[in-house]
């Protein structure tokens, strides 16, 4: 996922605020309604090729064909569903026909992805068409596109599978444009145009960024690297040996912590024109747009050190809910507060140790800036970072009622506790860079984690007892003491609330509430996201649906933001919204607001132990 965490219904990249894909709302009804159908492949997987084809007159999709040999009479084709960002592109299949040698065969769809087919004779040839949807402004950069030069094809975007059979090792022959190049984590052949993928989930994480290309090459320890980029055709210049040095840099401490690339080789795939990341196993798709890299060359480092790392955290060491592919959704998560908050925590880490910039001068100050967000939002200590998580993707906005939280940031802080926790208790033999380690070794297999596993680890790290942490601020919703582990290293935090200030330096406006449009309803919904915030404090609740703003009826998001955000502090707001008790009416003088601000200060007394804990977590050096 990309550094995106879903906050206040926009995906907020590290410059950017849009609105979240339709990934995080609207399931299939349908989808859940299809158990026992699956035929179990055993040693006799299904022969597998694919075709994807782009012709430069018809950009308005890409045609895939799939030949199949030692399938059965009867097999169930089905798209994948990504355990994230579920784009449901089984919407844009056109044209679906099956041949055998005996003529057409009958492809009935059983559900929304997936479909029965009925073909004698132990092979097919399955043809179809994915019709893209209207290009999306901005794009985001993991879904596929099509441009007179190059686009992103593949992934679970693009390919049905057999049902049952998501062992089966499968070649992918590209047919494009003269001139299209093509980059992509998938295996080479001898045939630059043909590739290879061991398994489904190889080829559906393995996107293929096609056109013409620039691309640059690095290796650590051997291990082949390569960046690529695809400009705009207006792309603004940007000092690309800067950028490409400073992935390398990056590359090599994350290989350096443990120990070995865990892929063959890597592509980072950058994107002009995009905005957001995804993670892939050896690979990511990144936006990177020239006009911003032009601006700073390193204004992209913190995401795509953010999914790098998710190479190891995420993709290899992976919650006890992720197993093989599938067309049905996976059950939410309950470890994300560790993928991906240790993967924030590891983003800066590395490129610390890399000596990149980074945001925050020192880690000092990094860790003030977590701890003020963290305060300044309740639900952060209200909610258990394992229920957060659960929330974290796909679930519909306003899953936690009139509180926001992140279970990115939950996460980050656990990690920095966590890594106190066991600097101390080793005297300073080791920190969080072992427990990586350990889950690595642990559960890069097909095994995932679950929150008991993560603990037992750091015990076995630490040597020490962390039950009640977890108890208390993982499982539950004890609010996370600072105080308790900042001691570790001899600091306290001083917290003083004061006005949050524009851009301007003026006393911002309190907008800690969002509209969204829920599917097939006429009127907006409104997300509270702090219920001590002036829209809190009048009385309006998340759920609330939006029948008049300011006398006038609200149809659009955007429309609601033109109307928010153009308030003044004194202004009043009438609202008029509906609820299961009926209409509801209130006027909100809008309000500025307070927001705290985090000093680490030095506790009297700190002993040596506390001040050597502390040196070593600032410089943040491999252990
Ligand atoms: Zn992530």
Not at 271 to 287: F, I, K, M, N, P
Not at 550 to 568: C, D, E, Q
């Amino acid at each position: 996922m990309s550094l995106t965490s879903t906050i206040a219904g926009f995906c907020l990249t590290l410059v950017t605020l849009v609105p979240c894909g339709p990934a995080a709302s609207a399931q299939n009804p349908l989808r859940d309604h299809t158990e026992g159908v699956e035929i179990r492949f055993g040693r006799t997987q299904p022969v597998v090729g694919y075709t994807l084809r782009v012709e430069a007159g018809d950009l308005s999709g890409f045609d895939v064909e799939l030949r199949l040999r030692n399938v059965p009479d009867t097999f169930r084709l089905a798209m994948v569903a990504h355990p994230e960002y579920d784009d449901r592109y089984w919407r844009f299949v056109e044209a679906l026909r099956v041949e055998t040698p005996s003529g057409a065969a009958a492809v009935p769809r059983e559900d929304s992805a997936l479909w029965r087919v009925v073909a004698p004779g132990g092979g097919a040839l399955v043809r179809y068409r994915i019709h893209l949807p209207p290009a999306e402004s901005p794009r985001a950069a993991w879904r596929p596109f099509l441009a007179a030069t190059g686009g992103l094809v593949g992934g679970p975007h693009a390919f049905l599978y057999v049902v049952g059979a998501t062992l089966a090792p499968s070649h992918l022959t590209l047919e494009l444009p003269p001139e299209w190049q093509i980059a992509t984590g998938l295996e080479p052949t001898l045939d630059p145009h043909t590739f290879f993928a061991p398994t489904v989930g190889v080829l559906v994480d393995s996107p293929l960024l096609v056109g013409r290309l620039r691309s640059w090459r690095f290796a650590v320890d051997d291990v082949p690297h390569r960046v690529v980029y695809w400009p705009l055709p207006d792309a603004a210049p940007f000092d690309t040996a800067a950028l490409v040095g400073s992935i390398e840099r990056l590359t090599r401490q994350a290989v350096a912590l443990f120990g070995r690339a865990p892929y063959r080789d890597y592509s980072f795939l950058l994107e002009d024109g995009a905005y957001g990341a995804l993670e892939h196993r050896s690979s990511v798709t990144l936006g990177a747009p020239s006009a911003e890299l032009a601006r700073d060359p390193s204004g992209l480092l913190a995401e795509t050190a953010h999914e790098y790392f998710h190479t190891w955290n995420l993709m290899r060491i992976h919650p006890a809910e992720y197993g093989d592919v599938s067309y049905r959704t996976p059950p939410r998560a309950r470890g994300l507060w560790w993928s991906e908050g240790l993967t924030m925590l590891y983003a800066d880490l590395l490129l610390r140790r890399a000596g990149l910039p980074v945001f925050d001068s020192t880690r000092v100050a990094h860790l003030e800036g977590l701890i003020g967000r963290y305060l300044a939002s309740p639900g952060n200590s209200r909610f258990a970072p394992e229920s957060v998580s659960v929330v974290a993707y796909g679930a519909a906005p306003g899953s936690l009622g009139d509180y926001s939280a992140s279970t990115h940031l939950q996460g980050e802080l656990l990690g920095t506790m966590l890594d106190l926790i066991v600097r101390d208790a080793t005297h300073g033999a080791r920190s969080i860079d072992g427990v990586m380690r350990a889950m690595l070794e642990r559960f890069a297999g097909a095994r995932g984690f679950t929150g008991r596993d993560i603990e037992r680890t750091v015990v076995d790290v630490c040597g020490c007892n962390v039950h009640a942490f977890f108890e208390a601020h993982v499982r539950g919703p004890q609010p996370i003491e600072f105080d308790r582990y900042l001691r570790l290293m001899g600091l306290r935090a001083h917290v003083a609330w004061t006005p949050a200030l524009g851009r301007d330096g003026q006393p911002a406006v309190d907008l800690r509430l969002y509209a969204w449009q829920p599917p097939a309803e006429s009127l907006l919904s409104l997300v509270i996201t702090n219920p001590g915030s002036a829209w809190g404090r009048a009385g309006l609740h998340t759920g609330d649906r939006l029948a008049v703003l300011n006398g006038a009826p609200v149809a659009t998001v955007a429309y609601f933001r033109s109307i928010v955000t153009r308030l003044r502090i004194g202004d009043t707001a009438a609202f008029e919204v509906r609820r299961p008790s009926g209409a509801w009416r209130t006027a909100v003088v809008v309000a500025g607001y307070e927001r705290p601000v985090v000093r680490l200060e030095e506790i009297p007394g700190a002993t040596e132990r506390q001040r050597t804990v502390r040196a070593e977590w600032i410089a943040g050096s491999p252990r």
